[in-house]
């Protein structure tokens, strides 16, 4: 299970971006963090690369999140049952589509790294 992804800007390492706050209705600072918001957007663009479309306004003020997955207009995965959790868990991290699940891996060897 993947926990965090290591994050750089402009090449510099900054810290590591907690994988909860793309599922949780509180994540990226309730939405309100900027850098935890662009994490966030770098993260979602890469899981829309691999074909899905992603439903991410599960709130009023909070759209940088993952609240469901659709392949060909057809939900594969929500998160209904885990947009509150405060931490990871291994339940969320099965239910996820394995591709999504290997994206995750690999950000977690290589990174991201935001460029401003």
Request: net charge negative; glycine share 10%.
């Amino acid at each position: 299970m993947i926990e965090n992804i290591p994050v750089k800007v402009n090449g510099t390492r900054v810290g590591d971006y907690e994988l909860i706050d793309l599922f949780c209705k509180f994540g990226n600072g309730d939405g309100d963090d900027g850098l935890l918001c662009a994490i966030a957007d770098e993260v979602i663009a890469k899981v829309e690369g691999l074909g899905y479309e992603i439903s991410n306004s599960g709130t009023i003020h909070n759209n940088h999140l993952i609240w469901d997955l659709k392949r060909n207009g057809k939900i594969v995965w929500d998160d209904d049952d885990y947009y509150n959790e405060a931490a990871m868990t291994d339940d969320l991290w099965q239910s996820l589509p394995q591709d999504v699940k290997e994206l995750f891996e690999k950000l977690a060897e290589e990174g991201i790294n935001l460029t401003l």
